[in-house]
């Protein structure tokens, strides 16, 4: 076997593994919000970053760049977010095709109520497996990517 590859192999190996490790993780995350009887995942980090943004709100170009998202994956995410009552948008002031997306009262609490099933799930799914040094080596190899 040449050098690219067993880089290519290692690579490969390594990739797999990163996302089959996410998805299962994602999956357990999903699992434990569902039987609260909460929204998904996806909804946590659109309402974190709108709340994160504080009054004024947040641009929904702004949301888009934050999550990652494509703009049409991020426009029906807030569109059911919306018709939950757990955001408003306004008229942006400067760009009058914009709004500016703001958390409500109900979101601030449905927000809140998603996060301790959230870290509890992640704790088992990742935490558990793994000790504080082997957690602390696995972030920074992970860092190297971002």
Do not use: N
């Amino acid at each position: 076997m040449h050098r690219s590859d067993q880089e290519t192999s290692h690579s490969q190996t390594v990739w797999t593994r990163l996302v089959r490790a996410a998805t299962a993780v994602q999956a357990r995350i999903e699992t434990a919000l569902k039987a609260e009887g909460l929204p998904p995942l996806g909804w946590y980090d659109a309402l974190w970053e709108v709340e994160r943004a504080g009054p004024e709100g947040l641009r929904q170009f702004e949301l888009q760049q934050r999550l990652l998202l494509p703009q049409y994956g991020l426009s029906r995410l807030l569109a059911r977010i919306a018709e939950a009552g757990l955001i408003a948008r306004a008229p942006c002031p400067v760009d009058g095709r914009g709004h500016i997306l703001m958390i409500t009262a109900e979101g601030r609490r449905v927000r809140a109520a998603m996060w301790p099933v959230y870290a509890a799930a992640m704790a088992e799914a990742v935490g558990a497996k793994l000790t504080e040094a082997e957690a602390e080596l696995l972030a920074g190899l992970l860092a190297r990517f971002v």
